[in-house]
C-alpha cells in the first residue's frame, strides 16, 4: 500500500478534523486488504451510524479501534492523532505536561497514560531481527552510586544494547539498535537477549565480560574486541542516559524503563527519516498492530525513579572500562 501521510500540521488539521475521517484512515492501515471480521473472519458488513462495522455473518460488531491501543477510548480520535502527531514531532519526545497543554486535557495523569499507550505503539510486533555486524554491550542506567558489572548496585537498572554497524570508508555507521531492560549481566541474561534480536550467523561483537563467553555456541560468529572497536554500542549508551536526562528529567520508573526504551529505540532507527509525516504514519500503523493496554497495566507517574544526575555525564560504569565515548 501506498505510504499515505499528512506532510505538515496544516494538512493534519485540515484532512482529519472529524472522526469520519479519522476511522477512515485508520480502516485502511488496519486492514490494508479490507475489513475482516475478528470474529468469524467474514469479510461482508455494513457499517452502522456510529461508525461500527457490523459483520454480515455472525452479527458481530467492531470498531476500528478495537483490540488496539485505541481500544475504548472515550475521547475523540481527532484529539488522539493531534497526540500522535505531536509525540513523532518532538526530535527529544514528548512529555506528559506538553501533551496536557497541547490537547487541553483535563488531567495530567491522562496525558500521562496517553503517552505510556502510544509507547507501547512505537515496537512493532514481530519486528525484524538485526543482520550483519552486530555490537552488543550492556549499561547501567539510573542510581547515584557507581554499579559494579555483574552485581549491579541500588537503583541502577541495566540495559542491554545491540546496534547493527556498517563501515563505509573509514566511517563506521550505525544501522538499527534494540534496547531491553535486563535482569542481570549473567550469560543467563545477555544470551537470550542476543538470540532475540540478532539474526543466526550473524557477526557478534563484544568485548571480553564472561557473561558473553558462551555466544559462539549459539549459532552466532562470536567475536571479543577491544572496548575502542565497540565505539558504536558506546555511542548508544551515552545518548540514551543524555536523553533519559534530559527529556525526562531522569523521572522513570524501573517498572516503565522498557517503554522508554521503545521510544528511544523508534526514534534511533528512523532519526535519518526525512519526513515527520512518515514517522506519524508508523505510528499510527502500529498503533493498529498492538494490543490494548488497559489502565490497569499503567500504574501512575508518582513516585518517580530517578535516572542519573544531571551532572553525571560520564557513566561510572564505562570510567572504569576505561571506554572512550
Ligand atoms: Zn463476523
Not at 518532538?90 to 499507550?117: D, F, I, M, V
Not at 549499561?139 to 547515584?144: D, F, L, S
Not at 537503583?155 to 539498535?177: Q, S, T
Amino acid at each position: 500500500m501506498e505510504e499515505d501521510y499528512p506532510r505538515t500540521l496544516m494538512e493534519l488539521e485540515s484532512r482529519f478534523s472529524t472522526e469520519a475521517a479519522c476511522i477512515e484512515y485508520l480502516t485502511k492501515l488496519r486492514w490494508p486488504k479490507g475489513f475482516v471480521c475478528p470474529h468469524c473472519e467474514a469479510q461482508e458488513i455494513w457499517k452502522t451510524s456510529r461508525g461500527l462495522f457490523h459483520c454480515a455473518k455472525c452479527g458481530g460488531q467492531t470498531s476500528v479501534t478495537s483490540g488496539t491501543i485505541l481500544h475504548g477510548t472515550r475521547k475523540p480520535l481527532t484529539m488522539w492523532f493531534r497526540a500522535m502527531w505531536h509525540i513523532t514531532n518532538q526530535k527529544y519526545g514528548a512529555n506528559a505536561l506538553g501533551l496536557k497543554r497541547l490537547l487541553g486535557l483535563g488531567s495530567y495523569h491522562t496525558a500521562w497514560q496517553w503517552l505510556h499507550k502510544l509507547r507501547r505503539a512505537m515496537v512493532r510486533p514481530n519486528r525484524d531481527k538485526l543482520i550483519g555486524t552486530v555490537q552488543v554491550d550492556e549499561t547501567y542506567v539510573g542510581g547515584e552510586k557507581p554499579g559494579k558489572r555483574g552485581r549491579g548496585a541500588a537503583g541502577k537498572v541495566l540495559v542491554g544494547i545491540a546496534v547493527e554497524v556498517f563501515k563505509r570508508d573509514d566511517d563506521e555507521i550505525m544501522g538499527r539498535l534494540r534496547l531491553r531492560h535486563l535482569e542481570d549481566a549473567s550469560g543467563d541474561s545477555l544470551i537470550p537477549f542476543i538470540q532475540d534480536v540478532v539474526q543466526p550467523k550473524s557477526i557478534v561483537r563484544t568485548d571480553d565480560w564472561s557473561g558473553y563467553i558462551n555466544v559462539s555456541g549459539y549459532g552466532f560468529t562470536h567475536m571479543v574486541v577491544r572496548g575502542n572497536e565497540l565505539k558504536s554500542v558506546h555511542l548508544v549508551a551515552a545518548l540514551l542516559k543524555r536523553w533519559l536526562l534530559g527529556t525526562y528529567q531522569g523521572a522513570v520508573r524501573p517498572s516503565h524503563l522498557s517503554y522508554y526504551l521503545d521510544e528511544f529505540t523508534f526514534r534511533f532507527n528512523r532519526r535519518t527519516s526525512a519526513s515527520r509525516g512518515k514517522l506519524f504514519y508508523r505510528l499510527v500503523q502500529q498503533a493498529m498492530m498492538v494490543d490494548p493496554a488497559p489502565a490497569y497495566s499503567l500504574k501512575g507517574p508518582s513516585l518517580p525513579f530517578l535516572i542519573g544526575q544531571a551532572n553525571s555525564n560520564l557513566d561510572p560504569l564505562d570510567q572504569d572500562r576505561n571506554h572512550y565515548m
